[in-house]
């Protein structure tokens, strides 16, 4: 008899908790809870297909080893063996810098990919650890480490409470939010606007958020530095800043700003940026008058060249505006499992640059490097050459820049393993693939996006159904994995989590701020719940965290513990070596004069840009059929006037190159992009031979990042410049 079960949906940033249909074993419907504590019933079209997802028949079912030359169907055993046969072996005779580390995004949609890639890193000894940050959000978490002491102090717009929203690079509508976790991001700007409030959305191209937005400005592709820098100069020069009397005692830097950015004029910035001065002066006096504002910057803003100094103007402006840390304005969210709260005073700071990466000398960031230098570290020859690889739910072949030179690099190393549900352009290099069980049957809790979430909140989904016979749990792959590398092969994986409760403890019975200071430890790890390793962990963090919650708490709220909306926390987040905030750190200023070289640049005459689909994420919902079709399309959008320009005419192809080659698309005539700018989506080419994607194949699209090579970058973060860069595009017979 069909029955019903909660779950976390894990198909975006979003969160939204689902209601399942379930027959026997199989995800027959889902639908919005409407008893979530944080969703409310939302759904979109990929909850909705969650059914779809998790029944897919490409799923991989059972391990797969490389014999032979080919891939072959293995018992668990076989893949470990083969694992710890050939990975300690190798890094033992090339050195821990031989080994690399990939983690895709999906990796934060899940519990596995949150608690164990930080032992993995540990076990193998490397620092060649690259994740889709620099593909995405890494500028963020630059500035904030900079600007807070911590790259995971990011504040995000109280969208239930502002009064003015500037959106820049954003489209929320279709996307749900990034570094911004808000279910029902569309209802919740509709809902601003309906009690009187303002929305002003940045973006080359009209959106479906656009659409909903009081006023649309579609500045030049990748400027988005120039206008906010010239948005702050007005609030200076016309004397509108105002950030506070709280906000100033604990902020370094506000005298000196004014001269930093005062070549940044509106008039100055205005052809760069291609909008009126006056709109932009007109702009800054808004955000200053409005009681209550917020600035907000995502992919578009990022992944131009000047990512960072985007990401670090938004604070800026917050903070200029007072707007920083308030009620109504942007604020940190506070997770339940983020660690006891630290007495204000100076921490430990962030620094850039601690190590490099061997062939370009790319500087780390928050421990990354570049996953744009993934090819050159495993192709050139040399001491700690990456021979062996562990990618952990990623497709860097479609993921990041010039993906044919990856493919090529990934066939030549000496070992690969792959955590992949799907055999895809990535993972069809690996030596061993280990599967992951699909999503209802996995428990779920959000570690990473409670600490961007809109309010706080904890919400805990056990299993929806039970493990099919022959598949391991996602957490006991990643453990058995650990131990593989590790020389600790057969080991059993429960020992993993044992071994780090137990140095979670010992720390915390030490530390004074810790609500189990002095106690017994031993006494202590018998109180945590849970039946696997996983969920004792959990029950631990819940219990270090600042609600002093529980995983038997979360269990007897299965639709989620409320707790409250944001609220102030600075000084007490901040852990700059000053103990204040640092709003003219060096290395922001020392690239503000290459900021201030590109107002005398002559713009390109056109560039491109992506964009977000509803129904897709990445590249790893395209083998779903219900979010394939409609809108979710490879086109390449373009505007009217370049068409006719051009010569291209709707539904024909054209070819469009760039730094690292050429691509043949299908052309959409449409005045949803401005003149000067076309758009193609991310995510796509399929089209490679080895894979077992049968939907997404069939509709294969073309990869837009093949026609970059990775040089470039934004220096500060390493970041992938993937919006904005120089195109030709010419039409094909």
């Known amino acids: ?387 062996v690889l562990l990618a952990i739910a990623a497709n860097p072949v479609l993921s990041a820049p010039d993906g044919d030179r990856l493919d090529r690099a990934l066939a030549g190393l000496d070992f690969m393993v792959s955590v992949d549900p799907y055999l895809n352009e990535t993972s069809r290099h690996a030596h061993v693939v280990l599967p992951p069980p699909p999503p209802a049957q996995s428990a779920h809790f959000d570690f990473a996006f409670n600490g961007f979430a809109v309010r706080n909140q904890a919400r805990y989904s056990p299993a929806a159904v039970p493990l099919e016979a022959g598949r391991l749990d996602e957490c006991e792959i990643h453990a058995r994995l650990v131990l593989a590398v590790s020389g600790l092969h057969g080991a059993p994986p429960e020992a993993v989590d044992e071994r780090v409760i137990a140095d979670t403890l010992a720390r915390a019975v030490d530390d004074p701020r810790s609500p189990l200071h002095g106690r017994d430890p031993d006494e202590e790890g018998r109180l945590l719940s849970g039946r696997t390793g996983p969920e004792r962990r959990l029950d631990l963090m819940l219990r270090l965290g600042p609600y002093g919650l529980t995983l038997d708490g979360l269990r007897q709220s299965p639709h989620g513990i409320d707790l409250g909306p944001l609220r102030p926390r600075l000084p007490g987040l901040l852990k700059t070596r000053s103990g204040r905030i640092e709003l003219l750190p060096d290395p922001i200023a020392t690239e503000l004069p290459r900021l201030r070289a590109a107002l005398a640049e002559r713009p390109a005459s056109l560039v491109l840009v992506g964009r977000r689909h509803l129904r897709s994420n990445n590249s790893w919902l395209h083998n779903v059929p219900a979010l394939t079709g409609g809108s979710n399309r490879c086109t390449l959008h373009v505007h009217p006037q370049d068409a006719d320009r051009l010569g291209l005419t709707d539904g024909a192809r054209a070819r469009i190159t760039a730094d690292g080659g050429s691509l043949e698309v299908p052309v959409e005539v449409t005045d949803t992009v401005r003149t000067g700018v076309v758009s193609l989506p991310h995510g796509w080419g399929h089209d490679r031979a080895g894979t077992r994607l049968s939907v997404a194949s069939a509709e294969p699209g073309v990869n837009v990042n093949q026609l970059l090579d990775g040089s470039r970058l934004d220096p500060l973060s390493g970041t992938a410049v993937l919006n904005g860069f120089p195109v030709e595009l010419a039409p094909l017979p």
């Not at 072996?89 to 690399?100: D, F, N, R, T």
């Open 1 to 387: 008899m069909p029955r019903t079960a909660l779950r976390i949906c894990p198909l975006c940033e979003a969160t939204c908790g689902l209601t399942l249909t379930i027959d026997g074993t199989a995800v027959t419907g889902a639908r919005g809870d409407r008893e979530d504590v944080f969703s409310r019933g939302f759904i979109c079209p990929k909850g909705a297909a969650f059914g779809q997802l998790d029944a897919d028949p490409d799923r991989l079912r059972r391990p797969l080893v490389r014999r032979d030359g080919r891939l072959r169907d293995a018992t668990w055993e076989e893949a470990y063996d083969a694992i710890a046969a050939a990975v300690p072996a190798l890094v033992g005779e090339y050195g821990a810098q031989s080994a690399g580390v990939v983690l895709g995004n999906p990796n934060v949609h899940t519990m596995a990919g949150a608690l164990y890639p930080p032992l993995l890193l540990k076990a193998l000894g490397t620092r060649n650890l690259f994740t889709a940050s620099t593909l995405d959000q890494m500028p963020k978490h630059v500035s904030s480490g900079l600007l807070f002491g911590d790259p995971f102090a990011i504040p995000v717009p109280d969208l239930d409470r502002t009064d003015f929203l500037l959106l820049l690079g954003a489209n929320p509508v279709e996307s749900n939010g990034s570094l911004c976790t808000a279910p029902d991001f569309p209802g919740r700007l509709k809902a601003l606007r309906a009690r009187g409030g303002t929305l002003v959305v940045v973006d080359p191209r009209r959106t479906r958020t656009a659409r909903l937005a009081d006023r649309h400005l579609a500045p030049r592709p990748g400027s988005d530095a120039l206008l906010l820098a010239a948005l702050a100069h007005t609030l200076l020069s016309e004397k509108l800043a105002a950030p506070g009397a709280a906000l100033e005692e604990i902020t370094d830097g506000l005298g000196e700003l004014a001269a930093a950015l005062g070549s940044f004029t509106p008039e100055a910035v205005a052809p760069a940026c291609d909008l009126p001065a006056a709109e932009i002066r007109t702009l800054a006096r808004e955000l200053a008058a409005a009681p209550t504002a917020a600035v907000y910057g995502r992919i578009g803003s990022s992944t131009v060249e000047y990512g960072t100094l985007a990401s670090w103007l938004v604070d800026v402006l917050n903070i200029l505006t007072g707007n920083l840390d308030r009620p109504g304005g942007a604020l940190f969210p506070l997770s339940a499992t983020a660690g006891a709260p630290r007495p204000a005073g100076p921490g430990r700071g962030f620094a850039l640059g601690r190590w490099s990466s061997r062939v370009s000398g790319h500087p780390e960031a928050k421990g990354e490097l570049p996953l744009a230098a993934l090819a050159e570290e495993i192709e050139t020859p040399g001491d700690g050459r990456i021979r």
